[in-house]
């Protein structure tokens, strides 16, 4: 059974950084490309950020390019997130996702994991 | 990247069909997949690609895709269905992902 559990989340400052991780179980980690998914509160998912299975290739929303950035444990099966210099719209529940084919992205999300809270005020 | 649309609220009566749509020119390249979402839960995956159901979820639940558009077809609405409804599929570049702006379905 897929298992995507998400720490690090919390209360931040503008400005300053946050790392987010995921710990994945129940599945061949190092198989599927990975992605970070965001809802702010009371509003639609908007996709932040994927990883490729291997680690190589990510690829990252305009609004946190250069500011955000995904990467992977396939050793300890940790998908995780910097984020840095944090904006007041940054503040979401962020989703660990497991893409749906091995070895590709296909962009179907068949697993999430539970959420992260991450609040940005002063 | 490209944007995908859809109504922001749809309601229909308890047992009948309802029919969620979401339109944008990422969908004439790849497939729209649909994610269920009732409050303070992660998004559920609900179809898939053409006309693909992960197990578990009732055939009540069918995605389909024509030109620009696609759409979730709900048949026999039932009162669990209440929830917010969200499309995805890869943008025109095939390298990001784009989400709608989600559907509150509202059973009567």
């Known amino acids: 059974q897929v298992q995507l559990v998400e720490s690090g989340g919390g209360v931040v400052q503008p400005g300053r950084s946050l790392r987010l991780s995921c710990s994945a179980s129940?599945?061949?980690?190092?198989?599927?490309?990975m992605h970070w998914v965001r809802q702010a509160p009371g509003m639609g998912l908007e996709w932040v950020a994927l990883?490729?299975?291997?680690?190589?290739?990510?690829y990252y929303a305009d609004s946190v390019k250069g500011r955000f950035t995904i990467s992977r444990d396939n050793s300890q099966n940790i998908l995780s997130l910097h984020m840095n210099n944090i904006r007041p719209e940054d503040t979401a529940v962020y989703y660990c996702v497991k893409d749906q084919r091995p070895l590709m992205f296909g962009g179907v999300l068949p697993d999430w994991g539970q959420g992260s809270l991450v609040t940005v005020s002063s | 990247s490209s944007e995908l649309t859809q109504d922001p609220a749809v309601s229909v009566a308890l047992g009948q069909t309802v029919r969620i749509t979401c339109q944008g020119d990422?969908?004439?390249?790849?497939?729209a997949n649909w994610y269920q979402q009732k409050p303070g839960q992660a998004p559920i995956l609900v179809s898939y690609?053409?006309?693909s159901r992960p197990s578990g979820i009732p055939d009540r639940f069918s995605g389909s895709n024509s030109g620009n558009t696609a759409s979730l077809t709900i048949t026999g609405v039932q009162a669990e269905d209440e929830a917010d409804y969200y499309c995805n599929s890869r943008d025109s570049s095939g390298n990001h992902l784009v989400f709608g702006g989600g559907t509150k379905l509202t059973v009567l």
């Open positions: 129940g599945f061949s980690f190092s198989s599927y490309a």
């Open positions: 990883i490729s299975y291997d680690g190589i290739n990510s």
């Open positions: 990422s969908v004439r390249k790849y497939y």
């Open positions: 690609g053409q006309k």
